[in-house]
């Protein structure tokens, strides 16, 4: 594989990157550092790998350094919310931020994870969730935003599992609390749910590069051909939860394109400029594991 090679003023460069823990897996550097030099923008974008403890100053260092914002990942996307200025109302309504922006010394956090998800579901999985039934696997900050904005597209009931039922107690009912008129139920297994929904969503880590042998569902005894399996892990792009969906019939969706959706929607954020969404894509596809 070719390194790009970023041709910087580095008198003007500004700053973008990633908060999270680990971060050496993300091809989110490989995706906007591309989507900068297509456009010829004197922008970069850095991996920083912020321990829990660290999230304070991690936030802190983005208004101090004059940064011009970050994405944030698993674990800190509903732990950054305290130590920002204002939260935008896609971000106020999940209650988790993916995106800071540094708006003249203003922090100011968004969610861009639902509508990337959306965007994805429709365009690769030829998915429309209203009046559909989901199970939805995790409970953390994306799991927030994929049951929030499912709810807001129209689904019918979600059932959210997580090895912490309370965790998954806890975003039903701010689900139900907040949308109203849909179902929204925790179940502490997910045997007896999956076979009968419309749609699964994988929102925990399980599988993910480089632990790619392992599957948040046993096997494919659990599945059926009419369901769409989307798994918001990206690499590798065919996960072991992927290659059961596949044994049954079933359409699988990799989480490449929620990556990719959400990251051109914070890349507009930053910059202003309307994202080079295939650029964007050809830079993922390259770093992917396979």
């Known amino acids: 594989m070719e390194e790009t090679k970023l041709e910087l003023d580095l008198s003007k460069v500004k700053v973008t990157g990633l908060f999270g823990y680990p971060v ?5 550097p490989a995706m906007h550092n591309a989507a900068f030099k297509e ?8 991996p920083y790998e912020v321990e829990v403890d660290n ?3 991690a936030v802190c260092g983005i208004k101090g350094l004059g940064m011009s914002g970050v994405n944030v990942t698993i674990p800190h996307k509903e732990q950054v919310t305290p130590y920002l200025d204002r939260l935008s109302e896609e971000a106020k309504l999940i209650g988790a931020v993916n995106t ?6 203003e922090l100011i ?3 861009t994870d639902g509508r990337g ?3 994805s579901l429709r365009e690769e999985g030829e998915f429309d969730p209203k009046g559909k039934s989901v199970l939805i696997i995790g409970a953390g900050g994306a799991s927030r935003a994929v049951a929030f904005q499912l709810g807001l597209e129209g689904a019918k009931e979600i059932f959210i599992n997580d090895l ?11 689900v139900k609390s907040k949308l109203g008129a849909l179902k929204v139920e925790s179940v502490a297994s997910i045997k007896e749910i999956a076979a009968g929904v419309d749609l699964i969503v994988d929102a925990t880590p399980i599988g993910m590069f480089p632990k790619v042998d392992v599957s948040p569902i046993l096997s494919s005894e659990s599945l ?3 369901q769409v399996i989307y798994d918001l892990v990206y690499n590798p792009k065919e996960t072991v939860l992927l290659k059961e969906a596949k044994k049954v019939g079933a359409k699988g969706v990799s989480g490449l394109g929620m990556l990719l959706y959400q990251g051109a929607i914070a890349f507009e954020i930053w910059t202003g400029e309307k994202a080079p969404v295939k650029v964007m894509r050809k830079a993922l596809e390259r770093g992917l594991f396979s």
Do not use: C, M, P, T
């Open 55 to 57: 999230v304070k100053e």
């Open 24 to 28: 050496e897996h993300s091809l989110s």
């Open 164 to 174: 912490d039922i309370k965790v998954a107690d806890d975003l039903a009912s701010d």
């Open 224 to 226: 059926n051909s009419n």
């Open 100 to 105: 800071i922006q540094n708006k003249g010394g």
């Open 109 to 111: 956090g968004h969610n």
């Open 117 to 119: 998800f959306i965007r």
């Open 39 to 46: 456009l010829g923008l004197d922008y970069i974008y850095l």
